[in-house]
């Protein structure tokens, strides 16, 4: 394995959460007796650019052309991309005569934000299902990962680009070099790219290790993506830390001779992530070791509960929930069963712990006496869309950073 920015071929592993399906990988009743594909699940820094990467990579046709992921199912994410839209409208100027196209648009989500201000969009989106739902949505989009015949069916039909976004996408793409030379080519002199992706140093204060999966290629800092970057013509002029997804970290690039000024933001996360070592192997073998502890300390919770004979449900299906029950050999002798509002994972059983997902109406039918929430950085949504349960003595299992009973 080389390094995907600097093709270093000296990688450091540092963690490992062993061989585990694909998180987003549900199967059905029909499949729970098949053999089920794993694959390593491991850490590895690199000490030339301070990349963290997965020491393996899955073909993408396996995790993204049928896609069980929907951005729009949380109110949570709603709003989060609507002031997104709205902040980026306002600070590029955008108005009718503007383009923007969107990554791994999903089922339209961002874009069907900017078109409420007057804005043309083209999505960009592999999975075949969810590109359907989004140009359901009245959001024109492309069946395709972000090729360079994508990009040239978009000039020769629309000319280039004002703004590019890829939000949550930027570390599921393994061949970055390519991708980041379409984009160079669609975008406009004085355009800009924004993205956002979950932040490794969220992950590393948080203890967040459950956003590690095999969708996830790259763990990202604002000093590895600064030096990829620098080597492919383009610069960071501004960044700024969000709340999605338990930290993440939006970054805006431009062409390296483009008109727009680089933000004090720039300095100021370089020089803190240099101040918590991100350029320091230690930092990862220390935070592997807290890892492995705040997984003893959840298993012990779960066998505590459920040898006082209580019944647990799970709220939330995510790829981070998968991780973190195949990791911590949490399944359906443990887990009664999981509720999910996003439709097309109910029905169906979760990777490799083949638990049942059910809606959110099995909690009414088969109350149990705890909730494990899996889907964390939904947590106050969850507790207030289930406060009912609560009041008849229901009680919340948090998992991370530190597993504890709300």
């Known amino acids: 394995m080389k390094c995907r920015i600097c093709d270093n071929e000296h990688l450091q592993k540092f963690l490992s959460l062993g061989k585990t399906p694909l998180a987003n990988n549900f199967i059905t009743e029909q499949q729970l007796h098949q053999q089920e594909e794993t ?3 491991e850490l590895c820094f690199c000490d030339t650019c301070k990349l963290v990467q997965l020491s393996y990579v899955v073909p993408p046709e396996k995790m993204f052309k049928n896609y069980v992921y929907v951005s729009s199912t949380t109110k949570t994410f709603q709003i989060h991309f609507a002031k997104m839209a709205e902040d980026l409208t306002r600070e590029f100027g955008l108005d009718g005569n503007s ?9 339209g989500l961002l874009l069907k934000c900017f078109q409420k201000f007057g804005i043309k969009t083209i999505g960009v989106e592999p999975a075949t299902n969810v590109s359907k739902i989004a140009e359901e949505n009245g959001v024109e989009t492309i069946n395709d990962f972000f090729s360079k015949e994508v990009v040239n069916q978009i000039i020769s039909r629309k000319g280039k680009v004002d703004l590019i976004t890829a939000n949550n996408v930027f570390a599921h793409i393994n061949n970055i070099k390519d991708v980041l ?3 160079k080519i669609l975008l406009k002199k004085d355009g800009a790219f924004v993205i956002e992706f979950q932040y490794l140093v969220d992950t590393i204060e948080k203890m967040t290790f459950d956003n590690i999966y095999h969708e996830h290629l790259s763990y990202f800092t604002l000093t590895s993506i600064s ?5 492919h013509g383009m610069q960071v002029f501004k960044a700024e830390r969000v709340d999605s997804h338990g930290g993440s970290l939006r970054v805006f690039m431009k062409a390296k001779d483009g008109r727009h000024k680089t933000d004090l933001s720039v300095i100021e996360i370089l020089e803190y992530e ?10 990862y073998k220390n935070f592997a070791q807290k890892v492995y502890s705040v997984r003893e300390k959840l298993v012990k919770y779960i066998k505590d509960i459920k040898n006082k004979n209580k019944r647990i449900a799970a709220y939330g299906a995510p790829a981070k929930g998968n991780t973190l029950l195949n990791f911590c050999n949490i399944g359906a002798s443990y887990i009664d069963y999981v509720v999910e509002d996003n439709p097309l994972k109910q029905g169906l059983f979760t990777p490799g712990t083949h638990i049942p997902v059910f809606s959110s109406r099995m909690l009414e039918e088969n109350t149990p006496d705890y909730i494990l929430i899996l889907a964390w950085n939904f947590a106050q949504e969850i507790m207030s869309k289930t406060a009912a349960y609560k009041e008849m003595g229901v009680k919340f ?3 991370l950073p530190e597993p504890v009973i709300v």
Do not use: A
């Open 39 to 41: 694959f390593p699940l």
């Open 274 to 283: 240099k101040s918590i070592g991100v350029d320091n192997f230690e930092t």
């Open 99 to 107: 383009l923007v196209v969107d990554i791994g648009s999903n089922d």
């Open 181 to 183: 030379g379409n984009v």
């Open 227 to 231: 030096y990829l970057f620098s080597k």
């Open 397 to 399: 299992l948090i998992p």
